[in-house]
């Protein structure tokens, strides 16, 4: 079974949901091969996930069966959710039982707080080796996803707990949404340990959280800059947990004075704290910052996890695998994904990348052979740990409004250019509504004109 | 500007709606976008207008406005 969840225990505890409800591994198995019963083979299936133990049973059926999920929020805007079938007409749509039945579907089944709807869509031909879809930028509903195979995902979930030492014993907080990569490779390095995952809706606000923290034994942690952000302000760092063990942290680089906080927490409780590195197109992650090596190297990305190898391409083009350098950061491992897809046909391609990824990301790399991020070639920002397409951002705009866009910006806000003072407030508002972005990580600019090359395209640094 | 409508205007300003409806039933319970992003950005601006650092528990309860002026008070803020 995928992930090798029938080899645990079959009454070890598989995950625990917000209200201390337990799902045994056993009873997991049964209603992953439940769902394969109404599921046929190669289907595609749209999942709207919420961090619920059924939403791991439906990506987990899916994959098992061999139909192909996409995975995205439940509470994602539902026009972004309605161009997204029209452009995949999905077979099949697993939702929770509380969203509507908006396309009034006829209902086959029900699991552990999910409705299995069947879409009437014709199923059409997809390539042999795709097992899952995420999307690249999920809150701007862009249509570009990832294509995924079931080797990218066992990869990424061995790897991950090898390099992590995760065991059967550990306890890991889900806070992170399992649609988002770095979610979905929490659940999977677990699980296929044998670990119990405590999954939540609630937020690091929510003195509920902090409680389910407290009587589940939490053993591990993993955030995004803006999650470790949050718990500074909670003061998080001055008190012991003492049944933590592992801090770790994606997502996207913290400040040296924030990632020194936590070193400094770590080394004084006897707690490991590893910063890791990764993308959606690795299938999370790609490198990780041994415990012990933390204090020394600051803010470092560290080096592959087992199976993967990095190389930094030169201002030739070449491949260097040691000494001192800086260029793009080009991954190799099982982790890599297939490609993308825009569009239905793209579903019948095959592996593009053969297992090498140019990360859009530039990197140096010191003496000891450590990585360190310091700069993007790519054209998307990371705001509260959300991925943003800026392009997606632009094309948003225009297809709303009669408007010529340009997006920048920085990690900190995202700037968008427009060139009519009538639609400022009204762009933002779009903006907000359809990505769920909070108002102060986005700033509406009014100017003349987008600045232009001579050849047309738009010159980012210039407006 | 009174510190009563101080804290109503940092309201406002947060959550992007008009000091009107900031008032004592505005609570995590009904206001749509009220997560973690907003109630730390909530939490730091009251800080700094204020000049105090609240304690974790004060933070976690930081929930409505009736709460909030709560909190305030015992800091020595009166609204």
């Known amino acids: 079974m995928v992930l090798n969840i029938n080899q645990v225990n079959s009454e070890a505890t598989a995950i625990i949901d917000d209200e201390g409800k337990a799902l045994t591994y056993g009873q997991l198995c049964h209603y992953v091969e439940l769902i394969g019963t109404q599921i046929p083979t190669r289907s595609v299936v749209f999942v709207l996930s919420k961090n619920i133990p059924g939403s ?16 995205i929020g439940s509470e994602t805007d539902a026009d972004l959710v309605d161009s997204l079938l029209q452009l995949y007409r999905p077979q099949y749509i697993l939702q929770p039982t509380d969203l509507p039945n908006r396309h009034h579907l006829e209902k086959k089944a029900e699991f552990l707080g999910f409705d299995i709807f069947a879409t009437g869509e014709v199923p059409y031909p997809i390539y042999r080796d795709l097992a899952l879809l995420l999307p690249t930028s999920g809150s701007t509903g862009s249509p570009k996803l990832v294509r995924h195979s079931l080797n990218n995902i066992e990869a990424n979930a061995k790897n991950v707990a090898e390099g992590l030492s995760i065991s059967l014993k550990d306890r890991p907080l889900l806070i992170l949404p399992m649609h988002y990569t770095m979610g979905l490779s929490i659940i ?28 589940q034994k939490i053993t591990s942690l993993t955030g995004v800059p803006f999650s470790f952000e949050i718990l500074n302000k909670l003061r998080f760092f001055r008190n012991d947990f003492p049944y933590l063990n592992l801090i770790s942290q994606g997502g996207g680089k913290l400040s040296q004075e924030l990632f020194s906080t936590i070193v400094t927490y770590a080394s004084e409780r006897g707690k490991r704290f590893v910063a890791t590195y990764g993308q959606t197109e690795a299938t999370a992650r790609m490198s990780y910052l041994p415990a012990e090596k933390a204090a020394e190297k600051i803010c470092s990305i560290g080096l592959p996890f087992p199976n993967g190898t990095f190389a930094i391409l030169d201002e030739n083009g070449n491949e260097t695998i040691t000494g001192e350098a800086t260029g793009e950061l080009v991954f190799k491992g099982p982790n890599v994904t297939l490609g993308y897809a825009k569009s239905i046909e793209d579903l019948t391609l095959g592996d593009e990348n053969n297992g090498i990824l140019f990360t859009g990301d530039i990197a140096m790399r010191d003496g000891d052979g450590y990585y360190f991020i310091v700069g993007r070639k790519s054209r998307f920002l990371k705001l509260y740990g959300i991925r943003v397409g800026l392009d997606d951002v632009e094309n948003l705009v225009k297809s709303n409004f009669p408007l010529d866009c340009a997006c920048t910006g920085n990690d900190d806000k995202m700037l968008v250019y427009i060139t009519d003072s009538t639609y400022e407030e009204k762009v933002k508002q779009m903006i907000l509504s359809k990505t769920g972005l909070f108002h102060q990580a986005i700033e509406v600019i009014v100017k003349d004109e987008i600045t232009r090359s001579q050849a047309g395209k738009v010159i980012y640094s210039q407006q | 500007m009174t510190t009563l409508e101080q804290l109503v205007k940092i309201f406002a300003d947060t959550f992007q709606v008009s000091t009107e409806q900031i008032t004592d039933g505005f609570s995590s319970e009904t206001v749509d976008n009220w997560d ?17 650092m609240l304690d974790t528990d004060d933070i976690l309860d930081f929930k409505s406005f009736s709460k909030a002026k709560e909190i305030i008070a015992k800091y020595g803020i009166n609204p």
């Open chain 2, 36 to 52: 973690s992003v907003t109630q730390l950005s909530l939490v730091t601006t009251v800080e700094d207008t204020f000049d105090i």
């Open chain 1, 56 to 71: 791991v049973a439906a990506l987990l059926g899916c994959l098992n069966c061999g139909a192909v999920p996409l995975l």
């Open chain 1, 188 to 215: 999977c390095s677990h699980l296929v340990v044998g670990a119990t995952i405590v999954m939540t809706e609630k937020t690091l606000t929510d003195r509920a959280l902090w409680k389910v923290f407290e009587e």
